[in-house]
């Protein structure tokens, strides 16, 4: 099915079901019917710049607590917080790549809350006024092609870490050092129908992060944090369920599973006629389960207002384009590209371009060895990742570079080696780093092409085994099998599997 | 009919941890409400096609170029916690039960 048409299923509006034959609102439960769920994102990315968003102190991770502070992001009175002009290139380039508007004049503000992590008793955000909004975002399922759409993107700045004592330890600890380190935060329409979309949605968010080089945006390390809206509704239906709040997902597996159960969860409780609470819950990863994080009394109440200390941020046209013409190619056009110029299936082309050092060792290996494309993409993802992924390496610590790949894929093209022999030539390639052109050489693992040469051979085979050629020539052709065995046996392996059976059929059928 | 109640003022003082005494509560709803009531008498003006204001300054862009300078050390950085511990960190009372 196209995109388009997709589309339009996607958006035609089913009709609207508020009453059933039994009279019940089908959002209130309690009804056997087919449910869908409407998931939301709310992505924090953590950007890498050298310094804070608003003061110069250093952003490095693992210093030593309260070691990366100042009276800015103290929060000391009296002191005026300046805006990092790299956080607002970064935060442009992720709004264009995530296909969104711009907004000329965006505003920061003030979000009021208190907790120890946050020395000021507000965080500086963006709330009217945003850097951009209005995007989307591609993602390939299992079903097909679906666009995500994005809210809105912002600015503000990270609170600081708090640690939490022993069990019995009356005490927290707070490191200071976070506070003020540059984020964007990602909000996505409620777009989202299953937990595989959202792990889509976030592995894509990662890969353009990383594309655009703005954050490594590392589940586990906390550089992208994901907060998910959920609600349930039979499908059709067009009104929203009582969604609840999901937090603490430290990876894409977590936000996965975290989701599936809390389907469940809301299915049960609909099924049963219960009412779904709007509520924050917090995944336990041990457990399995989502459990209520006890509700701060009114903890929504942020009382946003735009920030007295900091300027309104305008955004040119001219700054504008001076950040576009800096943005490498995409993934999804990399993806096009990859199909197109190297006849690549969309399946091989999503892996390499899964990353651009992937994407970039691939090309490179191609330039070394440009007839042959689609080998050298099997042996990268095939050969190549395979060992990586074993040894947990990634393919900038690979042994093998792309020009070793290239030879050893022109070496067997032109018939030097087998494919067979290309594997061993390969995993000493990894082994050692040695050149596979050496090794070959050194090994003496060159293949048998030569006729003349094989002939001899096939003819003393042939002749050892009259039995078996008279088998042959009785209709058992199944038989050149055995003989091509024994010509392997006497080349040690090296015989050119094409030219044997060429020779053999010729061989055998002169023998008739 | 008064615009912002009892209530209301009890509410943004919990939000700010600030505690007042009875009649502190009293006379802040009041001046309270006189501030919003002489909000009302600005929305009479005539504001159709006027741009909001979110800046008392007409300036606008105040950057400074990503690079880092040395921060206060962790002494100084601790100097005003009310506690703190042998690795440097803050101690406040505990956040979350455990
Ligand atoms: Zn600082």
Redesign the interface.
């Given at each position: 099915m196209g995109e388009e048409e997709k589309l339009n299923m996607e958006g035609k509006a089913s009709p609207v079901v508020t009453q059933t034959p039994q009279g019940r609102d089908p959002l209130k439960g309690g009804l056997k019917v087919d449910y869908e769920a409407v998931i939301g994102l709310e992505v924090h990315v953590q950007l890498k710049?050298?310094?804070k968003i608003f003061c110069?102190?250093?952003?490095?991770f693992g210093a030593?607590?309260?070691?990366?502070?100042?009276?800015v992001c103290?929060g000391m009175p009296g002191v005026l917080p300046?805006?990092?002009?790299?956080?607002?290139e970064y935060a442009i380039k992720a709004a264009l790549a995530l296909n969104c508007r711009i907004n000329p004049?965006s505003?920061f503000a003030r979000k009021?809350y208190?907790?120890?992590d946050l020395p000021k008793g507000y965080q500086i955000s963006q709330y009217e006024?945003p850097l951009a909004e209005h995007g989307y975002l591609e993602i390939e399922t299992s079903q097909g092609k679906r666009r995500i759409g994005i809210t809105r993107i912002h600015m503000e700045e990270d609170a600081g870490k708090?640690?939490?004592?022993e069990?019995g330890?009356?005490?927290?600890?707070?490191?200071?050092n976070r506070t003020g380190v540059p984020l964007i935060e990602i909000v996505s329409e409620p777009d989202i129908r299953t937990p595989e979309e959202a792990r889509l949605y976030l592995q894509k968010l990662r890969t353009i992060m990383r594309y655009l080089g703005i954050s490594d945006a590392d589940m586990e390390k906390g550089e992208m944090r994901c907060d998910a809206n959920i609600s349930i509704r039979p499908k059709g239906e067009k009104r929203l369920g009582v969604k609840t709040e999901l937090k603490n997902m430290n990876s894409f597996r977590h936000v996965q599973r975290a989701l599936e159960y809390e389907i469940k969860r809301q299915h049960r409780i609909l099924e049963e006629g219960g009412e779904i609470i709007q509520e924050t819950l917090l995944w336990n990863p041990q457990l399995g389960v989502t459990e209520t994080m006890?509700s701060k009394e009114?903890a929504h109440?942020y009382?946003y207002f735009?920030d007295?200390d900091?300027?309104?941020?305008?955004v040119s046209e001219a700054w504008l384009n001076e950040v576009r013409s800096t943005l490498p190619e995409l993934p999804d056009e990399k993806k096009v590209r990859f199909m197109k110029s190297y006849s690549l299936s969309a399946y091989d082309a999503e892996v390499l371009i899964s990353s651009r050092e992937m994407a970039d060792f691939y090309e490179e290996a191609v330039k070394a060895h440009p007839s042959n494309p689609k080998a050298i993409a099997n042996w990268v993802m095939v050969e190549l990742m395979g060992r990586l992924h074993a040894e947990n390496k990634n393919i900038q610590n690979s042994p093998v570079s792309p020009q070793q790949v290239a030879q050893l894929v022109a070496l067997i093209d032109r018939g030097t080696i087998s494919g067979k022999m290309a594997k061993e030539v390969f995993a000493k390639t990894y082994q050692t780093g040695k050149d596979p052109q050496r090794i070959v050489e050194e090994e003496g693992l060159v293949q048998l092409s030569d006729e003349s040469e094989l002939e001899v051979i096939v003819e003393r085979v042939l002749d050892e085994h009259p039995d078996e050629v008279k088998k042959y020539l009785a209709g058992k052709t199944k038989i050149v099998g055995f003989f091509v065995g024994q010509i392997m046996k006497a080349t040690k392996g090296k015989a050119n599997p094409q030219v044997v059976n060429k020779l053999l059929i010729r061989k055998l059928q002169e023998r008739g | 009919m008064e615009k912002i109640s009892r209530s209301e003022v009890l509410h943004v003082a919990r939000l700010a941890r600030l505690e007042f005494t009875p009649q502190e509560v009293e006379e802040f709803t009041h001046q309270l409400n006189r501030i919003i009531e002489y909000m009302d008498q600005l929305k009479e003006l005539d504001t159709e096609g006027v741009e909001p204001t979110f800046h008392a300054l007409a300036q606008t862009n105040v950057m400074r170029d990503d690079q880092a300078k040395p921060s206060l050390s962790q002494e100084e950085a601790l100097a005003n916690a009310p506690d703190r511990d042998e690795r440097g960190f803050f101690r406040v009372p505990r956040i979350i039960q455990g």
């Amino acid at each position: 099915m196209g995109e388009e048409e997709k589309l339009n299923m996607e958006g035609k509006a089913s009709p609207v079901v508020t009453q059933t034959p039994q009279g019940r609102d089908p959002l209130k439960g309690g009804l056997k019917v087919d449910y869908e769920a409407v998931i939301g994102l709310e992505v924090h990315v953590q950007l890498k710049t050298n310094s804070k968003i608003f003061c110069p102190c250093s952003t490095e991770f693992g210093a030593p607590p309260n070691t990366h502070t100042c009276p800015v992001c103290q929060g000391m009175p009296g002191v005026l917080p300046v805006l990092n002009r790299k956080v607002v290139e970064y935060a442009i380039k992720a709004a264009l790549a995530l296909n969104c508007r711009i907004n000329p004049i965006s505003v920061f503000a003030r979000k009021n809350y208190f907790y120890p992590d946050l020395p000021k008793g507000y965080q500086i955000s963006q709330y009217e006024l945003p850097l951009a909004e209005h995007g989307y975002l591609e993602i390939e399922t299992s079903q097909g092609k679906r666009r995500i759409g994005i809210t809105r993107i912002h600015m503000e700045e990270d609170a600081g870490k708090n640690v939490h004592g022993e069990l019995g330890d009356p005490h927290s600890y707070v490191d200071l050092n976070r506070t003020g380190v540059p984020l964007i935060e990602i909000v996505s329409e409620p777009d989202i129908r299953t937990p595989e979309e959202a792990r889509l949605y976030l592995q894509k968010l990662r890969t353009i992060m990383r594309y655009l080089g703005i954050s490594d945006a590392d589940m586990e390390k906390g550089e992208m944090r994901c907060d998910a809206n959920i609600s349930i509704r039979p499908k059709g239906e067009k009104r929203l369920g009582v969604k609840t709040e999901l937090k603490n997902m430290n990876s894409f597996r977590h936000v996965q599973r975290a989701l599936e159960y809390e389907i469940k969860r809301q299915h049960r409780i609909l099924e049963e006629g219960g009412e779904i609470i709007q509520e924050t819950l917090l995944w336990n990863p041990q457990l399995g389960v989502t459990e209520t994080m006890r509700s701060k009394e009114e903890a929504h109440d942020y009382r946003y207002f735009p920030d007295p200390d900091l300027v309104p941020l305008k955004v040119s046209e001219a700054w504008l384009n001076e950040v576009r013409s800096t943005l490498p190619e995409l993934p999804d056009e990399k993806k096009v590209r990859f199909m197109k110029s190297y006849s690549l299936s969309a399946y091989d082309a999503e892996v390499l371009i899964s990353s651009r050092e992937m994407a970039d060792f691939y090309e490179e290996a191609v330039k070394a060895h440009p007839s042959n494309p689609k080998a050298i993409a099997n042996w990268v993802m095939v050969e190549l990742m395979g060992r990586l992924h074993a040894e947990n390496k990634n393919i900038q610590n690979s042994p093998v570079s792309p020009q070793q790949v290239a030879q050893l894929v022109a070496l067997i093209d032109r018939g030097t080696i087998s494919g067979k022999m290309a594997k061993e030539v390969f995993a000493k390639t990894y082994q050692t780093g040695k050149d596979p052109q050496r090794i070959v050489e050194e090994e003496g693992l060159v293949q048998l092409s030569d006729e003349s040469e094989l002939e001899v051979i096939v003819e003393r085979v042939l002749d050892e085994h009259p039995d078996e050629v008279k088998k042959y020539l009785a209709g058992k052709t199944k038989i050149v099998g055995f003989f091509v065995g024994q010509i392997m046996k006497a080349t040690k392996g090296k015989a050119n599997p094409q030219v044997v059976n060429k020779l053999l059929i010729r061989k055998l059928q002169e023998r008739g | 009919m008064e615009k912002i109640s009892r209530s209301e003022v009890l509410h943004v003082a919990r939000l700010a941890r600030l505690e007042f005494t009875p009649q502190e509560v009293e006379e802040f709803t009041h001046q309270l409400n006189r501030i919003i009531e002489y909000m009302d008498q600005l929305k009479e003006l005539d504001t159709e096609g006027v741009e909001p204001t979110f800046h008392a300054l007409a300036q606008t862009n105040v950057m400074r170029d990503d690079q880092a300078k040395p921060s206060l050390s962790q002494e100084e950085a601790l100097a005003n916690a009310p506690d703190r511990d042998e690795r440097g960190f803050f101690r406040v009372p505990r956040i979350i039960q455990g």
